[in-house]
């Protein structure tokens, strides 16, 4: 079993839907959390950050972490085009262990 | 891209040469790491660096080999390429390599033929 788990999608929504992406985990030990969101043929950058369990909103975006269930959730509001990427959600143990990935969610809005 | 840099951003050699890919950046930040991104994989980290000439071992460092003098530049070397290492490298700086995320270059895209 893979340390992090994700859906690959793809993930197709209309415009102005409420988009879902999640993880799931197997280390107990995994503490932060990231999402990642990465255009065709860029590099990969960081939307959320959160730190153990509970939920953190910036705009659009809604992190949720569930360390009971170790699960991972990213809610995006009212989804516009330009939110059509790949994300990666990532998470590490504690300072200075290696940070590691989920294999990402391809999501496309349509208009 | 937060001040990091990746060259060449596209390259196609051959199967048995030496390929240097470099990371340079201008955040002055101590660690900075190389990944490779392959389909049906992700993100996986080959090596990575907490200060000039000090390095480490990622998950998939096979192959790999990585050297910092300055604190700017990272460079990733494959001794002699194979064509399980055509992918995307990816280079990420982090300012401690803590609690810090991390953030990424442009990405290099590499054809080993």
């Known amino acids: 079993q893979k340390e992090v788990e994700q859906d690959p999608g793809p993930l197709s929504v209309p415009e102005g839907a409420i988009v879902s992406l999640n993880c799931t985990y197997s280390?107990?030990?995994?503490?932060?959390f990231m999402w990642y969101r990465q255009y065709s043929r860029k590099g990969p950058e960081l939307l959320m950050y959160t730190y153990s369990s509970g939920n953190k909103e910036d705009g659009r975006f809604t992190a949720q972490v569930d360390k009971s269930s170790k699960y991972i959730s990213l809610f995006i509001r009212d989804s516009q085009p330009s939110d059509s990427a790949t994300y990666l959600c990532?998470?590490?143990?504690?300072?200075?262990?290696?940070?590691?990935f989920g294999k990402g969610t391809t999501l496309s809005v349509s208009s | 891209d937060a001040g990091i840099t990746q060259s060449p951003r596209h390259k196609v050699t051959e199967t048995g040469t030496p390929v240097t890919l470099r990371c340079h950046q201008t955040?002055?930040?101590?660690?900075m790491y190389w990944y490779r991104q392959d389909p049906g994989h992700g993100l996986r980290l080959i090596h990575y660096?907490?200060?000039?000439?000090?390095?480490d071992k990622g998950e998939v460092s096979d192959g790999y080999s990585v050297s910092r003098s300055k604190t700017e530049d990272f460079l990733l070397t494959l001794e002699s390429a194979t064509s399980s290492q055509t992918s995307v490298y990816f280079c990420?700086?982090?300012?401690?390599?803590?609690?810090?995320?991390?953030?990424f270059g442009p990405g290099t895209r590499l054809l080993v033929l």
């Open positions: 990420a700086i982090s300012e401690q390599g803590g609690v810090e995320t991390q953030y």
């Open positions: 280390n107990s030990a995994f503490q932060y």
């Open positions: 990532a998470m590490r143990e504690q300072a200075g262990t290696a940070l590691i």
């Open positions: 660096s907490y200060g000039v000439k000090d390095t």
């Open positions: 955040e002055n930040h101590r660690y």
